[in-house]
């Protein structure tokens, strides 16, 4: 049986930069539009962030997405996502 003092919840905090957003072109009422986001841990921890995108009204909610990045330096720092 485990212990519920032997058990501790960890939370790891790394500042992160949003290098660059791109919406590509796309028709009004197409539901085809797709944003790319290069995001950047400049951090000294290994972390995982929540991208979230908040959009104005008339464009349909876009969940946040995962994403796991490398302290600064380390191959794997920074990454793309796309919504």
């Keep these: 049986m485990l212990d519920a003092d032997a058990i501790r919840w960890t939370v790891k905090v790394s500042p992160a930069v949003i290098r660059s957003a791109l919406i590509e072109d796309f028709e009004a009422m197409s539901a085809n539009g797709r944003l790319s ?47």
Excluded: H, R
Aim: glycine fraction near 8%.
């Design 37 to 83: 986001v290069d995001v950047e841990n400049i951090g000294t921890l290994t972390t995982t962030y929540y991208v979230e995108v908040n959009c104005s009204d008339g464009i349909a909610p876009v969940p946040a997405q995962p994403l796991s990045l490398s302290k600064q330096g380390d191959a794997g720092s920074s990454s793309s996502l796309s919504f």
